[in-house]
């Protein structure tokens, strides 16, 4: 799986858009990025894929720039209750027995 | 609703003492994996399952044991726990069938102090 590389946090305020950078230089043609997030000690929630194409959900909003070198997760309006560690991870679809290795993340912090 | 379960949610023992924390998911999913968590270190799989009777090791399972004799568990067994073990613990769940086989379910985590 290639390496990602984020920044290790970030501040947003309230109600304004979230943009989260993820450097994934070596990404093979076939791997996707993903992007999962961790509040407070709690499980890792699956937040949005993509391949190379844009992806939106009602969650998120995921660019990924044209040679797939690095992408952006968008929190359009970031409330309180996003303040969370994201993790980008590169990799293909399950299929393989290995599953989702995990970096160090964003701490993403919210603020009032 | 679907949901992984652990047990238990917070576990205080002493080096040596033998145990088990069990994972259960309702999903019916094939696909099964222990995670540690540590400040600076990130999520690190432990082992993870394909299926029933199939498992494999992942980044860090040295003092840890697995085993899946059913689909719907998968407990994570520590023989002779060291205070190196001392971590947040996930479970996770995913399948490759469903059409979101990208997604992974994770439990709540077990909290884990060895003396």
């Known amino acids: 799986d290639a390496k990602t590389t984020q920044p290790p946090s970030m501040d947003c305020a309230e109600g304004r858009a979230a943009n989260l950078p993820c450097n994934h230089s070596?990404?093979?043609?076939?791997?996707?990025v993903y992007w999962y997030r961790q509040i407070h000690s709690q499980g890792p929630q699956y937040i949005i894929h993509?391949?190379?194409n844009n992806e939106t959900n009602e969650m998120a909003s995921l660019i990924i720039t044209e040679d797939r070198k690095s992408s952006t997760l968008i929190l359009p309006h970031a409330t309180l209750r996003d303040t969370a560690v994201y993790y980008c991870i590169v990799r293909v679809l399950p299929g393989s027995a290995r599953q989702l290795t995990f970096g160090s993340g964003t701490q993403l912090t919210v603020l009032p | 609703e679907a949901q992984v379960t652990q047990n238990p949610r917070y576990l205080i023992t002493v080096t040596g003492k033998k145990l088990t924390v069990t994972c259960s998911q309702n999903m019916n999913h094939e696909y099964m994996s222990w995670y540690r968590q540590d400040p600076g270190l990130g999520l690190r799989q432990i082992y993870y399952?394909?299926?029933?009777?199939?498992?494999d090791k992942g980044d860090v399972p040295e003092g840890y044991k697995v085993s899946r004799k059913e689909k719907r568990n998968f407990p994570l067994i520590l023989e002779s726990p060291s205070p190196n073990q001392t971590s947040l613990y996930f479970c996770a769940s995913s399948s490759p069938r469903e059409r979101k086989s990208y997604e992974q379910y994770f439990g709540p985590g077990t909290r884990l102090t060895v003396t």
């Open positions: 070596t990404i093979s043609g076939n791997e996707y």
């Open positions: 399952s394909m299926n029933v009777e199939v498992t």
């Open positions: 993509g391949l190379k």
